[in-house]
Nanobody
Framework: QVRLVESGGGSVQSGGSLRLSCAVS????????MGWFRQALGKEREWVAI???????TYADSVKGRFTISQDNAKNTLYLDMNSLQPEDTAIYYC????????????????????WGQGTQVTVSS
C-alpha cells in the first residue's frame, strides 16, 4: 500500500526558510511524477512544484526561484526547500504521487494524482 507522510512544516517569519519532507513507502513504479501542492484557507488546492522520474522539474510562477523540489531515491523521500517565504505562502502543503505519464507533459491538477499525504501546515508571519 502506498503511503506518503509529510513533515517539516511550521511557523516562520517573512523571509525565512523551511524544508518539507515527504516519506514515501510502498511505491515501486518506475514511471511517475511526485508533486507538492498547497491549499490556503478558503482557496482551492494549487500545484507548487513537480518532479518526474527522469529528474525534470517544473515550478509554479509564484514560487519559481524561491522553492526547490528534489528527491532522494535511496531514502524514498521527496523534499521541498522553501526560501524567502512570504505570508502568501501560508497554506497546508501536500505531497502527491502519480503513476505513469508522457514525456514533456506535466500533471498540474490535483485530480491527476493517485496518492496523497495528510498535509503539513506552513505559516509565514509578516
Amino acid at each position: 500500500q502506498v503511503r506518503l507522510v509529510e513533515s517539516g512544516g511550521g511557523s516562520v517569519q517573512s523571509g525565512g526558510s523551511l524544508r518539507l519532507s515527504c516519506a514515501v513507502s510502498g511505491y515501486t513504479y518506475s514511471t511517475y511524477y511526485m508533486g507538492w501542492f498547497r491549499q490556503a484557507l478558503g482557496k482551492e488546492r494549487e500545484w507548487v512544484a513537480i518532479i518526474d522520474d527522469e529528474g525534470s522539474r517544473t515550478y509554479a510562477d509564484s514560487v519559481k526561484g524561491r522553492f526547490t523540489i528534489s528527491q532522494d531515491n535511496a531514502k524514498n523521500t521527496l523534499y521541498l526547500d522553501m526560501n524567502s517565504l512570504q505570508p502568501e505562502d501560508t497554506a497546508i502543503y501536500y505531497c502527491a504521487a502519480r503513476v505513469g505519464g508522457v514525456s514533456g507533459w506535466w500533471p498540474l491538477r490535483d485530480f491527476q494524482y493517485n496518492y496523497w499525504g495528510q498535509g503539513t501546515q506552513v505559516t509565514v508571519s509578516s
